[in-house]
């Protein structure tokens, strides 16, 4: 870091530039000025949400474009990452916080031989402040993995994750061992990452692809309402 950059005080940004200085601060792995800079943004009145998707998404896209050409590398980018969960560590019990009735229950992973978890983690905290309680299983989640939170947790949604093109396929293991059991109907199954796209969530059986972690809950409450009206009328 260059004097000159040592010497920005974060509180005397205006909030474009704060956003601004936060994506940097956020490419260059600085943890304490992103808890820094989410307090100042709150503090201002910033929606969580707002901060979220601004701030630490936004600087996050650019990461991962520079990942992506080969000017970043694996341990700038986990630098990148530790940095964005500090902030989003700060914004969660805020975004948790809405006080809704709890609305349906989610179990969450990102499948087998896939270690990305920022993209599930946000959707858990979005999912959780919607109503939803959330088990949330990590990364790296073999099938059997989901069988056994699905059937210690009772989730009505079961919600998996895929950041990599080689382990999207992944989901499909999952969705078809559900069929093979006889348990698929059991359960909302919704897909989402980065590589996804609709057609894939329809291709692999899933009952939705959601874009974004906003999609996600719109989609999870969408859903429920659906499964409360059909049982009503059945
Ligand atoms: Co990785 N990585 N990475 N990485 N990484 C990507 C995914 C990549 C696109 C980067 C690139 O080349 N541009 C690329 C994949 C290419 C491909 O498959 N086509 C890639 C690669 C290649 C790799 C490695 C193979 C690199 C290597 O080792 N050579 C390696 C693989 C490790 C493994 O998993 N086995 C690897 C490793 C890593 C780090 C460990 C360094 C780190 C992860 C740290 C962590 O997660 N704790 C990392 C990161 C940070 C990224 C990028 C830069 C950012 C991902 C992220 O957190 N985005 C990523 C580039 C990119 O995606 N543009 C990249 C922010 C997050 C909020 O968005 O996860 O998309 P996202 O989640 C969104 C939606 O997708 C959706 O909602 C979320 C919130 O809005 N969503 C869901 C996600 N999951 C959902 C589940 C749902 C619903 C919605 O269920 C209902």
């Not at 040592?6 to 000025?33: F, T």
């Amino acid at each position: 870091m260059s004097d000159e950059e040592d010497d920005i005080i974060l509180s005397e940004l205006d909030d474009e530039e704060l956003v601004l200085q936060m994506h940097d601060d956020l490419y260059d792995g600085l943890k304490e000025e992103i808890e820094e800079g989410t307090n100042i943004l709150l503090e201002r009145g910033w929606e969580p949400y707002r901060v979220l998707t601004e701030a630490l998404v936004g600087g996050m896209t650019i990461v991962g474009k520079d990942f992506r050409d080969g000017i970043l590398f694996v341990p700038e980018v986990l630098l990148a990452a530790n940095a964005m969960k500090a902030g989003m560590a700060i914004l969660k019990p805020l975004l948790a916080e809405t006080g809704a009735p709890t609305i349906g229950k989610m179990v969450i992973g990102t499948v087998k031989g896939d270690i990305h978890d920022i993209g599930q983690n946000l959707v858990t905290m979005m999912m959780e402040g919607a109503g939803f309680e959330v088990l949330n299983i990590g990364i790296n989640n073999p099938v059997e993995n989901y069988l056994e939170a699905m059937d210690d947790f009772q989730p009505d949604i079961l919600g998996m994750s895929a950041l990599l093109t080689t382990t999207m396929p992944y989901m499909k293991v999952v969705i078809d061992t559900m069929v093979e059991k006889g348990i698929r109907d059991d359960y909302i199954v919704l897909v989402g990452g980065a590589p996804l796209n609709e057609e894939f969530g329809k291709a692999i059986g899933a009952d939705g692809y959601c874009r974004d972690a906003a999609v996600a809950v719109e989609m999870a409450k969408e859903m429920m309402a659906r499964k409360h009206n059909q049982m009503a009328a059945g």
